[in-house]
């Protein structure tokens, strides 16, 4: 799929608005659990995710997502034919909501989404 200047102008713009979300919650506290032994996820990561995950899938339903804190899921498809293939193919967004967990969890203010 070509990506077209407003495409990116529009994803650019969800990017900064899940950033809002980061510095809400950044002096608040949260919830963490861990998805391996030193790997933090927290309840922010999750949230940045989600908002980010539903606002694509608004703007392009025919793009599949994988995000790191989910599983690999694909968009609701308004296309027959896309919708009936399971698993990752063709486009794709891939995300990292919240890098830098770790300073996250901690206060820092060294993250980025």
Do not use: C
Request: net charge negative; glycine share 8%.
């Amino acid at each position: 799929m070509p990506v077209s200047v407003s495409l990116l102008e529009q994803a650019r713009d969800v990017v900064l608005r899940a950033g809002e979300i980061i510095r809400e919650n950044h002096r608040k506290p949260r919830q963490v659990r861990y998805k391996g032994r030193i790997d933090p996820v927290t309840d922010t990561d999750l949230a940045v995710e989600d908002f980010i995950r539903a606002e694509l899938a608004w703007l392009t339903p025919e793009i599949g997502f994988l995000g790191e804190e989910g599983a690999a899921q694909e968009a609701q498809s308004a296309q027959p034919a896309r919708a009936a293939q399971p698993g990752l193919s063709g486009d794709l967004w891939i995300l990292d909501p919240l890098d830098g967990t770790v300073n996250f969890t901690h206060a820092l203010p060294f993250v980025a989404t």
